[in-house]
């Protein structure tokens, strides 16, 4: 019997960084970037600052555009046609129709060979979590089925969270009202996003802390990780959309290397996709927890 052959792929909003996408031989496929009328391709031509300097001094504000069933049969077919079968994971189904139009592609491609699509119900390195488990299944060398049978379980139990510096990026898109924004602005109020992935990545509003961004992502990491005796403790990724004030990062690590003895901690930039929605200064940690822990 022949080896099996895995192909690991997903979307690029999975934000894990060439040091996990190199350990685990990932496969990512980018998502659209739309600014000024023009298609750019996240992660290839165009850049997270130059978003943000698009809407600071020109106000014009990017979109964000799924992958369709097409250009993900493209893309799968050259890997079937080596003997691969491919899992690729995706941003959530709550957040974007990529997930379906894999699948709607694997679908079409039945005949040519197996692509499994797992939803992630979660974004940015919410699903790196769960890439990086596929990842270490296919290196033991565990069949396809089960390895998608495991890491699909294993999304309801990621926990991705980050704070916002601005809500003008989420006012623009849509997804605060301007009398939302000018309250937190006024009370210097840093809201936390809760990525729901019982809701497949839908994402609601957590706690709010007041005050400057560094002392309110400091609270933020205590209030995720402190005292915590639920965690998965392998890795844990602290994912940023681009930081003014770099040495920030460094403290939110040192911070969780105090509160949890995390194997791995991993700092990744934010894709496009991400950071055109969040805006700059916009930080989160990631992490998974034990089966059948409560949400956070």
């Not at 623009?172 to 729901?196: D, E, F, H, W, Y």
């Given at each position: 019997m022949s080896e099996q052959k895995i192909l690991l792929s997903a979307d690029t909003p999975c934000d894990i960084g060439d040091e996990l996408k190199a350990r685990y031989h990932v496969s990512l496929y980018p998502l659209h970037i739309i600014l000024d009328g023009k298609q750019y391709t996240d992660g290839v031509d165009i850049t997270s600052a130059e978003l943000y300097e698009a809407w600071w001094k020109h106000k014009l504000l990017p979109s964000t555009a799924a992958i369709n069933p097409e250009e993900y049969e493209s893309y799968f077919c050259p890997f079937l046609k080596e003997g691969f079968e491919i899992i690729h994971i995706s941003l959530g189904s709550g957040l974007s129709s990529s997930c379906q139009n894999a699948q709607i592609a694997a679908e079409t491609l039945k005949t040519a060979g197996n692509v499994y699509v797992i939803d992630s119900c979660s974004l940015s390195t919410g699903f790196g979590l769960l890439v990086c488990e596929a990842g270490e299944r296919i290196k033991a060398g565990m069949p396809a089925k089960k390895i998608v049978e495991e890491v699909t379980a294993l999304s309801f139990d990621t926990r991705a969270s980050f704070?916002?510096?601005?809500?003008?990026?989420?006012?623009?898109?849509?997804?605060?009202?301007?009398?939302?924004?000018?309250?937190?602005?006024?009370?210097?109020?840093?809201?936390?996003?809760?990525?729901?992935?019982?809701?497949?990545?839908?994402?609601?509003?957590?706690?709010?802390?007041?005050?400057?961004?560094?002392?309110?992502?400091?609270?933020?990491?205590?209030?995720?990780?402190k005292d915590r005796t639920d965690l998965v403790l392998e890795r844990v990724f602290v994912t940023h959309s681009g930081m003014d004030d770099p040495s920030i990062i460094d403290r939110v690590v040192a911070r969780i290397r105090e509160l949890q003895p995390f194997r791995e901690i991993f700092v990744t930039q934010a894709s496009c996709t991400i950071s055109a929605h969040s805006g700059p200064n916009t930080l989160g940690v990631l992490f998974l927890t034990k089966p059948g822990s409560a949400a956070n």
């Open positions: 704070i916002l510096d601005t809500l003008e990026f989420m006012r623009a898109g849509g997804r605060c009202n301007s009398i939302t924004q000018i309250g937190a602005a006024l009370m210097n109020l840093k809201p936390t996003i809760l990525v729901k992935n019982d809701r497949q990545g839908s994402m609601v509003v957590g706690k709010k802390y007041m005050g400057k961004l560094a002392p309110s992502l400091m609270k933020y990491v205590d209030d995720q990780l």
